[in-house]
């Protein structure tokens, strides 16, 4: 049971380039998101998919566009990278949303964009 | 606009001491989380707390809710050196589908 996984676990990137950040989860949840981490700034809030088939914007969306792919994988693309988008982007799942569920963490995507 | 503050952003401390990290919240909610982060990893769930006046403890750290006055607090008992990390507290407001987490509070315990 490896819980949430994420690939890669570094990347660099040159302003302007793309990229597909991968989130997948082994437990069975419905709902999945996506943070960022910046210092200073806790957690935010870029997409969630509260169930398979949906998607919701979170507190930063923009830049950023995400597929539920089904129910294991949940994945983030940043069309056009900018040095803003530097910062540690984190997955999570939980058993579902609007309840009492707790979000598990994966291990995080450093991205350094240049 | 939801906003979630925590207190202190920084604290360093003796091994042995007692010290309480606090949590405001500026949204009706019983629903508080807490979870811990060390460098370069994840974060891990710590404590859920689900109503008014809900406390966990596990080892040296006991958590509680008070949803009257939207605060949260983090208590460290007998500090040790293992207990160095982020802490971070998240809020999941009534409406809407999403965590709202706090800056975090950076623990240092100094042997």
């Known amino acids: 049971n490896a819980g949430v996984t994420q690939t890669p676990k570094f990347q660099v990137l040159k302003t302007g380039q793309s990229m597909t950040l991968q989130c997948a989860q082994d437990?069975?949840?419905?709902?999945m998101y996506w943070y960022r981490q910046d210092p200073g700034m806790g957690l935010r809030l870029i997409y969630y998919s509260a169930s398979e088939g949906t998607t919701d914007k979170g507190e930063v969306p923009n830049g950023y566009n995400v597929s539920r792919l089904n129910k294991r994988e949940f994945s983030l693309r940043l069309e056009s990278a900018a040095p803003s988008q530097t910062s540690v982007y984190f997955c999570a799942s939980s058993r579902g949303t609007g309840k009492t569920y707790e979000q598990y963490f994966g291990p995080g995507t450093r991205l350094t964009v240049t | 606009e939801l906003k979630v503050e925590q207190n202190p952003l920084f604290l360093s401390m003796q091994e042995g001491k007692n010290y309480t990290i606090y949590c405001n919240y500026s949204?009706?909610?019983?629903?508080l989380y807490w979870y811990r982060q060390d460098p370069g990893k994840s974060l891990e769930s710590l404590f859920v707390?689900?109503?008014?006046?809900a406390v966990k403890q596990e080892g040296r750290l006991m958590a509680s809710l008070d949803t009257k006055a939207r605060l949260s607090t983090l208590h460290i008992t007998a500090a040790v050196h293992d207990l160095s990390a982020t802490y971070f507290c998240a809020v999941d407001p009534y409406t809407g589908n999403q965590f709202y987490f706090g800056t975090g509070t950076s623990l240092t315990v100094i042997p």
């Open positions: 949204t009706t909610s019983d629903r």
């Open positions: 707390l689900l109503s008014n006046g």
């Open positions: 437990m069975n949840h419905n709902s």
